[in-house]
């Protein structure tokens, strides 16, 4: 399949024959062309948390490690972990303790952040010699959890079933675990979840069961989560839970007994969850044991186990995967896990495979059970904990009888250690305050130097993007539509990117004499920025082409929807912003794509019949002004020169997260200013900002002349 390409010189028009790749056959001829197109794929229903969330097995080591790279990034910034928070002093209590014998169990509380309490219980055991391992317990959605005693019917029913042994011990799951463990000579630590048992500086009704925006919570200054400015900031109660649990290993390791070499980690449900984002997230982690959650299928239905960009093209199997090839184990049950034989945990065997370490990853079969962190499942912890941190534990290992204890005996407050207050906003709105102003810290000293701008702000940069531009996609343009006019060719048609399934129109003024330039050139009108009312070309661009400078404008995904003012969010009632954009680029974020995608496509290398590009530069103005800083940012040296207006547009003054600007992250790594500055690592032009002091090397505009004519003539230097 051929079509016409049209160019001119000489006095001469030249038409040449170029393979075109389509789908149906289509009449080409000076500009008439009639292609039926694909619909773009992000026009699809959008990706909710009961998808199909497949991890295609990398065919190398070398394929594999900088997606690794990548997605670890993207988790640690979708946990606002990226920089880390300041550690601050645990200010450990330990009190309390209580002597069961063989083991003991304490009451602890410590800070994670200041005035942020975390509370549970040690177990230890009583006769330790040398260093010993340490575990951390999150436990998943059961009501005051480390507190829990089952009822006897209920108890008697799960030894009928063979998912419990005792009648006394099968009690409590929970303590069951601990009290094994500190028996093997393990120092454990259950850890309470946000709002459960001992932790209730926030409610139920904030950490699980969200429902509706707090207009309250809902401002630039004072926010609270799951507002558009806790969720710009990339502050949510799943990377509260995460701090928490790194802040839990900090704890162990001041102990003197538990040995840094083997730490680990279990959980069920949404304990399991945080078992694999503490596994993820944090190195000094040696085996890792998520129950119940690892899946293809459902990926954690409560507003604590979702978080912005986590599951955006993964899930929690490529989760579990970033964990290899360190020892790791899993189960199936009777929930969403139980297809994982089959969809997903063969492809981590096949990456633990590449490292030689196929036997450190097991699935422990439990189709049978219900959901469960039962005996059964525990004994599959304790062999796979036995095995690779050499307990030196007879096989099989049983759990024995004890005595559960009452909350009474288990809680940390009491009239010597009372207990901070519970659900006060001021607390919720002062901690947040506390983390934006840690990270704003940390960040600003990042901008001052190359190396902090390179490897802090930029890597998260692309991280919110959610694309880097090295995987820009396959792209191609079937359905060029070339006429000749007076001073220019003017191209028409899509750039189809078969590797994302996306398409962008555009609109290419290409000189007579090119230079090898081509200026994107974005606005809010979107391909008609080029033009005036009246049809003619815009006289800053007519100049650009008189100088040889394409000029190629675009309306970026649904940009030529100018009624657009929300965007979609996935089917339900509870306003989570995570329930949509854990699992979906942003609008934003989507548009960034498509100048990725004009700009890859401009700098292939293409038929020789074709105009050779040597230089993309880049223009933004309006609401795609931060577009075009945000893209700028995130393709490094690709875009040779840009020039912005910003408008003064900042993420942080959205209070919609339905608004089209939005974008999860955009106000944490120092807003549009940052973006900025990142992107002044090639020469920049700037109108529309107050303050250049994170981007001092940019030309800025002076008020008086016009923007885009002073922007035309800058490029033109």
Known sequence: MVGLFISHSGGQVHISAIPMRLPTLALVAFGLLNIAQAEDARLGPLKDLNGYFPFPAPKSVQEWEPRRDFFRRQLLVSQGLWPMPTKTP????????????????????????????????????????????AVVFPHGHWTDARFLIQPDKYVREEIATGQERFEQGGQSRFQSMCVQLARMGCVAWQIDALSDSDSKQFTPEVIHKFAKQRPEMNRTEGWGLYSPQAEANLQSVMGLQTLNSIRSVDFLLTLPEVDPTRLAVTGSSGGGTQTMLLAASDPRLALSYPVVMVSTAMQGGCSCENATLLRVNSGNVEIAALFAPKPQGMNTANDWTKEMATKGFPDLQALYKLYGKKDYVTLQRGEHFPHNYNAVTRMGFYEVLNRHFKLGQASPIVEKDYAPLPKEKLTVWDDAHPAPKSGDPDFERGLLKWLKSDAQQQ???????????????????????????????????????????????????????????????????????????????????GKGAARLADGSIRPELQALIDRGVGVLTADLFLQDDKGLKQTRVVAGPRE??????????????????????????????????????????????????????????????????????????????????????????????????????????????VAGEPDAALFPTAALHQAGADAKTAAADWLLK
């Open 90 to 133: 645990l200010n450990a209590v330990i009190h309390g303790k209580i002597d069961q014998g063989d083991y003991t169990i304490e009451k602890v509380y410590f800070e994670s952040a200041p005035g942020f309490f975390v509370t549970g219980n040690l177990y230890r055991p009583k006769h330790v010699s040398g260093k010993v391992p």
């Open 443 to 525: 960040l600003l000293a990042a901008a001052k130097t190359a190396e902090g701008r390179e490897h802090v702000l930029r890597p998260a940069i692309e991280a919110i993007i959610g694309r880097p531009y090295a995987q820009a996609g396959k792209i191609s343009f079937p359905d060029a539509s070339t006429q000749w006019r007076d001073s220019h060719f003017r191209t028409q048609g899509r750039l189809l990117n078969a590797t994302y399934g996306e398409e962008v129109a555009i609109d290419w003024l290409q000189p007579i004499n090119p230079t090898g330039e081509v200026v994107v050139w974005l606005d809010d009108s």
């Open 576 to 685: 989570v912003p995570a329930y949509t954009f854990g699992y979906n680029h942003a609008l934003f974020a989507q548009r960034v794509h498509d100048v990725m995608t004009i700009t890859s496509y401009l700098l292939t290398p293409r038929d020789s019949s074709q105009p050779a590009v040597k230089k993309v530069s880049l223009a933004g103005f309006g609401k795609m002004g931060a577009v075009a800083a945000a893209a700028r940012a995130a393709t490094g040296n690709a875009i040779a020169k840009a020039a912005i207006d910003t408008g003064a547009f900042r993420f942080g003054q959205l209070l919609d997260y339905r608004d089209p600007m939005f974008l999860p992250g955009g106000s944490k790594y120092l807003d549009v200013p940052g973006l900025l500055c990142v992107a002044s690592a090639q020469p920049l032009w």
